[in-house]
């Protein structure tokens, strides 16, 4: 199926240093949303965007939402071990049949040595 | 916690079987919406149902079915399983009540076909 292109694949970073992810498409998307998978459990929500040029932070967590509706970034500053894990980014189109529709990218794996 | 509900956990199942999963949305929730994930790959949408009918489907053969509940809880069935089916199976609870929509995620159901 579709799938965003999320890049870098992995990362292996040292405790402290700040971490950056992208995502980019070739469909516009109304939505842009990170999340964060750690093994065997669901995906869990980090960060929404839903306006194109949107800048929003959630803690160590920014994120912002391009201006073309085709691409976003997360950055996480000053990174600690328990943000190891992989980052999704997902992208929601507009319409009722969409709402719960979420296209995702291929994940970034993130290490952090301490 | 998403409030988002999943069961079984873990299950294994022999190819050619048929299977059944279940999901409690999150309380308000009126939109319930399937994954598939497989090993290494981010979630691929199944479908999505709201008031207690399929409104958005995914690139999934028919023997993917599910219903909704009028409590909102959904199951998914998988007729005539293959070996490919083996996946983390992931429900989404979300709202269409306008504005910015964020999508939750269950834990998963773990399907192991043999």
Redesign the interface.
């Known amino acids: 199926?579709q799938?965003l292109n999320?890049s870098p694949q992995s990362m292996f970073i040292q405790e402290g240093e700040d971490v950056s992810m992208n995502c980019t498409s070739s469909s516009i998307f109304n939505?842009w949303?990170w999340?964060k998978q750690d093994p065997?459990?669901?995906?869990?929500?980090l960060i929404?965007l839903?306006k194109a040029g949107e800048l929003t932070s959630n803690g160590r967590l920014t994120a912002q939402f391009g201006i073309t509706r085709k691409d976003s970034f997360l950055n996480i500053s000053a990174s600690i071990p328990s943000d190891v894990g992989i980052y999704?980014c997902?992208g929601?189109s507009a319409g009722?049949?969409?709402?719960?529709?979420?296209?995702?990218?291929?994940?970034t794996i993130l290490t952090v040595h301490p | 916690e998403t409030g988002v509900t999943q069961s079984p956990t873990h299950l294994i199942k022999t190819r050619g079987q048929q299977v059944t999963l279940r999901c409690s949305s999150q309380s308000g929730h009126n939109t319930v919406s399937w994954y598939q994930q497989a090993l290494g790959q981010g979630p691929q949408f199944i479908f999505q149902y709201y008031r207690e009918e399929e409104n958005g489907r995914g690139n999934f053969p028919p023997r993917f079915s599910g219903l909704q509940f009028p409590n909102y809880s959904s199951e998914l069935n998988v007729n005539a399983l293959e070996l490919d089916d083996s996946a983390l199976y992931l429900c989404a609870s979300s709202s269409q009540s306008g504005g910015g929509n964020t999508i939750y995620f269950g834990e998963g159901s773990w399907l192991t076909v043999v």
């Open positions: 199926g799938q999320q939505t949303l999340y065997g459990e669901g995906p869990v929500l929404a839903y999704f997902a929601q009722g049949t969409s709402y719960g529709k979420l296209t995702f990218g291929q994940g």
